[in-house]
């Protein structure tokens, strides 16, 4: 006899009213569908269009690939930590600006979660041997970061050791600072039902349900938690050595393109073209100390 699947609905709060989700349901309800974009305050209710965006990306990516040609010629190292919920569009982001470098020495680090033996060390001592060397280009698909949202929220590190965490990040990041590795810390922030439909679609498409894990479904009724902890990192870790740059990616092709444009922008390489790069939109990208002062 089959003993039918165990339900995976949840209720959540949103807006002041209570819902409830179920994400094994390939019908996604109106009250998502309708305020995905605009969530969170997001402010556009039409995404970017599409040929406007290839055109704009294309021309970004040839600015990235001077970048890379002025790496390998000067031995100067980049390096960008890209951070945010579950589903904010991380990888998607570091795929386009990769696409077109040579993978050679431009490449992505998403580590997996800490063996026995790397749970004695260090906490940031993982990380250190991925770091970019001379003609580097080198991205982190989460990070460090983990320890200061993820791992409390879920229950991964006690409040002892993220409050060390916290304390201990902007002395390590002053230090890559110094020894002079242009240093980039992105924060892609989405709306709650953003998110949820991201799930829902991630959960019912065959070539993407391998993104959606248990921890994702656990998270969606976090949402709070995860926010307090979001905003308690930003504070103690935005630094004028290391700030954090928060990109708006309920659109992920206005995220993307912005994304591209902070880092073009604050690099002096040789061939830039700022005509080619454009002007950043202030609606969707900001300073991480701003974006506080907001809320």
């Known amino acids: 006899m089959n003993t039918p699947a165990e339900s995976r609905a949840v209720t959540l709060k949103l807006g002041g009213k209570e819902r409830?989700?179920?994400i094994d349901d390939p019908h996604l309800p109106d009250w998502i569908d309708d305020k995905s974009l605009t969530s969170g305050h997001y402010p556009y209710d039409k995404k970017l269009d599409e040929d406007d965006y290839e055109r704009e990306l294309q021309q970004l990516q040839i600015e990235l690939v001077k970048v890379q040609f002025w790496l390998q010629k000067t031995g100067k190292r980049v390096m960008a930590l890209f951070e945010g919920r579950d589903a904010a569009g991380k990888g998607g982001t570091i795929h386009v600006i990769l696409s077109y470098m040579n993978p050679r020495s431009a490449r992505v680090v998403a580590l997996t979660k800490p063996t026995e033996t790397e749970r004695t060390q260090w906490y940031f001592q993982r990380y250190v041997p991925h770091f970019p060397s001379g003609g580097e280009f080198v991205l982190f698909d989460r990070s460090w970061y983990n320890r200061g949202v993820v791992e409390p929220v879920m229950g991964f590190c006690t409040e002892t050791e993220c409050e060390k965490f916290l304390k201990q990040a902007p002395h390590f990041e002053k230090l890559i600072a110094a020894d002079g590795i242009h240093f980039f810390?992105?924060?892609?922030?989405?709306?709650?039902?953003?998110?949820?439909?991201?799930?829902?679609?991630?959960?019912?498409?065959?070539?993407?349900?391998?993104k959606l894990s248990p921890m994702d479904i656990a998270a969606l009724g976090k949402w709070d938690d995860y926010t307090k902890k979001r905003d308690r990192m930003i504070e103690e870790t935005h630094t004028e050595h290391a700030p954090w740059t928060i990109i708006r990616a309920n659109d992920k092709r206005r995220a993307r393109l912005n994304a591209i444009r902070h880092i073009l922008t604050s690099i002096d390489y040789e061939g830039k073209d700022d005509e080619k790069i454009g002007k950043m939109d202030k609606k969707i990208i900001g300073k991480g100390s701003d974006f506080l002062a907001g809320r």
Do not use: A, S, T
């Open 20 to 22: 409830v989700f179920d």
């Open 185 to 210: 810390k992105f924060w892609l922030e989405i709306g709650q039902e953003m998110q949820i439909e991201r799930f829902h679609d991630r959960r019912h498409d065959p070539l993407k349900i391998w």
